[in-house]
């Protein structure tokens, strides 16, 4: 016999019995469904308006004949979503988390960082990088960077690595990959690991393989502002430590394994996860089949975001080339492919006669959008409060000091027509041409 449906009743339905799940959680209703695709497709007037009443009948419609998804977090979505990413990168299994930084927490406790210990970050990056290795205590060495990529310098590296640097962590800089053949071999022959920060990285391949099966531990961002998103905020963690792998989903969720076998008895399988140097109490950085579901439907579509986005840097670099004082973003070469997550401009400030902070306010001018850039990590705040010497750190970091006060900048490039990138590609040349001339 046919139940009679609860109205607000679109999750954990367990057939008759309704339970257990229906009895623990609260659902959601159909106008919940209205007010997300309202937020979702937003807009105004009276055409608008129309259209939602017809959605929302339709949605009421659907009511009727639909079963709800039996669970809203950590199900088929999220399986679904890390095997197309495990196989967009050719790498076995990775686990889909609420963001990057939850991947790099998880890394960070594989190597259980503790006082005294030594990571190493490129001196260019975003706070994430370093945020765990600073709240436990570990010290963070700031590596100078490569002046043409912005990436960790591996001769800066050399210098810098100890026997106390448990960690090593190139970040690929607006999508272009690092040296790692060279920061793999410091850090392995220091006994260090490497964490590839990948947020900008998802797709790029250095020397042909691909950006996720190289270091020991990727972390992929899927924020709003990068190359795809899973709806707003999320993460994938890939390991190729061969004892990690399969602690990975229960480094996602305190230690259980929801796609194990159900667990019969919490009091002993609950676990710690194997460090490299003991137990690890792992933290939980869930995410939702909702999430999953966004990034699947992105990832499917990404192979046309990165040949877009690749053919936008073409088109700029290909336009700038030969002007003098004018140095385009690196297309790569040598089976290195970079995701242009940004496109980087440099300038060469003798022969302008005047530097990147003059050029950027000439584009401005222009009606050029600057998009705001890393600047050197040394300088926040947070680390003078921690104790650190911020100019004893920049004298160690000269490159960074240069490209960031004198050279560089990054430019708009995705979902721009071919006429806003001559616009662009036209207020560059002039930008040049007047400061060399007032020389
Ligand atoms: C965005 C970003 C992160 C953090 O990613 P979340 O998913 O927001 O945690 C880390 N590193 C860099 C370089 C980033 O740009």
């Not at 095997?83 to 991947?103: H, P, Q, R, S, W």
């Amino acid at each position: 016999m046919a139940r009679a449906k609860k109205d607000s009743d679109f999750r954990y339905n367990t057939g008759e019995s309704r339970v257990p799940w229906a009895a623990v959680g609260e659902n959601y209703n159909q106008q919940d469904v209205m007010e997300v695709v309202k937020f979702l497709m937003q807009g105004d007037g009276a055409v608008y308006d129309a259209r939602v009443e017809s959605v929302r009948e339709a949605v009421s419609a659907l009511a009727e004949v639909s079963t709800p998804p039996a669970k809203l977090s950590l199900d088929v979505e999220v399986a679904k979503c890390e095997k197309k990413a495990a196989e967009y990168v050719g790498i076995d299994d990775c686990v889909f988390l609420t963001n990057c930084t939850a991947g790099f927490e998880i890394a960070y406790k594989y190597v259980n960082l503790q006082p005294g210990d030594e990571v190493i970050v490129p001196a260019i990056t975003f706070i994430a990088t370093m945020a765990y290795p600073l709240s436990v205590g570990a010290k963070v060495v700031f590596c100078d960077v490569d002046p043409r990529t912005l990436n960790m310098d591996p001769d800066d590296l050399a210098k810098k690595i100890t026997n106390k640097t448990k960690m090593v962590v190139p970040v690929h800089i607006g999508g272009y990959p690092c040296d790692m053949d060279r920061i793999m071999d410091i850090a392995h022959t220091h006994g260090a690991l490497v964490l590839e920060d990948a947020a900008h990285g998802f797709g790029a391949k250095y020397k042909g393989r691909n950006i996720g099966a190289i270091a020991d531990f990727t972390s992929f961002s899927f924020h709003e502002v990068k190359n795809n998103t899973s709806f707003g905020e999320g993460g994938i963690l890939m390991t190729t430590v061969p004892e990690f792998k399969s602690s990975l989903r229960r480094a996602r969720f305190l230690g259980v394994d929801f796609s194990m076998p159900p667990i019969k008895d919490w009091l002993y399988n609950v676990a710690a996860l194997p460090g490299k140097y003991g137990p690890v109490v792992a933290g939980n950085a869930s995410t939702t089949e909702i999430q999953a579901l966004g990034l699947s439907l992105q990832i499917d579509r990404y192979g046309k975001i990165l040949e877009e986005r690749a053919r936008c840097a073409r088109y700029v670099t290909q336009r700038l080339q030969g002007v003098p004082g004018v140095i385009p973003q690196d297309l790569g070469a040598g089976g290195t492919v970079p995701t242009f997550h940004l496109y980087q401009l440099q300038i060469d400030p003798a022969e302008l006669g005047g530097d990147i902070q003059v050029f950027k306010k000439k584009l401005t001018e222009r009606g050029v959008t600057n998009i705001p850039h890393f600047g050197p990590l040394y300088r926040f705040q947070i680390l003078q409060e921690l104790g650190y010497d911020a100019d004893a750190i920049a004298a160690t970091c000269p490159n960074t000091e240069e490209v960031f006060y004198h050279r560089f900048t990054h430019l708009p490039i995705y979902g721009l027509t071919e006429e806003q990138l001559d616009y662009m590609i036209q207020a560059i040349k002039e930008t040049a041409a007047e400061m060399r001339g007032s020389k």
